[in-house]
């Protein structure tokens, strides 16, 4: 008998479980993402079949009535809360179960914690030197209500032409844009960091698996001050608490 799971993908810990989940013995696993670049990040094995599209409600129902997975996984990303929310409402609607994979939120000292990007940008509008945004390129366009932001600010993104198009857009400088995938090395945030004197480091609170603790270092090892959007608590379990019940469900 197939059993046949939906995998809400998104993030490292989302990759991942697709290649275990295609391990495992009669399996059909649907793996959704939101971009043409995260399709590509993801495994082509003949039992992962991957959705790109944004759902919206309405359309979850739909897929979940048509395909009728006996289990959906959200790997979603820890701030796609809107995604989260609206999943779980459809998997309760349509009575299927649903699991929600979370990373460790971090206890961090030395850094300055906002709730909100808007409250981040109030933050660093009363400060002077570089800053440096690895939070990616949805907020892009609150950091443009800083002062100077376009000499200000340096911006990290991912490879993709709408990111590059919506930074320069914006008013971003070129030479202060760079494009490419994480997660990053200590080294590498590092040298960045210090190839633009950066002085505030802006990111998520994304965890090991997002690469945090390596900007941590860096920021330390350069002299510049982190300040970190904090995210809501979730209730789920974790990347390998998952994996382990899957294993002992479906592995034979």
Avoid at 78 to 101: D, F, G, M, S, W
Wanted: glycine share 6%; hydrophobic share 40%.
């Amino acid at each position: 008998m197939k059993h046949v799971l939906w995998l809400v993908a998104g993030t490292t810990e989302g990759r991942k479980l697709a290649t275990a989940l295609a391990a495992f013995p009669d399996m059909e696993i649907y793996v959704s993402v939101a971009t043409a670049y995260g399709a590509a990040l993801l495994p082509q094995l003949p039992q992962v079949k991957i959705l790109q599209q944004r759902m919206d409600a309405g359309a979850m129902r739909k897929f979940l009535q048509e395909q009728k997975p006996e289990l959906v996984l959200d790997a979603t990303h820890p701030y796609a809360t809107v995604v989260t929310q609206t999943l779980q409402q459809a998997c309760q609607q349509e009575q299927v179960e649903y699991q929600r994979i979370v990373r460790p939120q971090g206890q961090y000292a030395h850094c300055i914690m906002v709730d909100s990007f808007a409250e981040a940008v109030e933050v660093l509008s009363q400060t002077t030197g570089t800053i440096f945004l690895t939070t990616g390129s949805k907020n892009l366009p609150d950091f443009t209500h800083l002062p100077d932001f376009s000499k200000r600010v340096v911006v990290r993104i991912l490879p993709m032409p709408e990111s590059l198009e919506k930074a320069l857009d914006l008013g971003y400088e070129r030479s202060r844009i760079i494009c490419m995938q994480g997660p990053f090395s200590e080294a590498v945030n590092t040298a960045m960091f210090a190839q633009f004197e950066t002085r505030y480091v802006v990111t998520k609170d994304s965890g090991a698996t997002g690469g945090f603790p390596e900007k941590e270092a860096a920021a330390l090892k350069t002299g510049a001050k982190l300040v970190v959007i904090a995210r809501s608590p979730e209730q789920g379990s974790s990347y390998q608490e998952v994996l382990q019940k899957l294993q002992a469900r479906y592995e034979r």
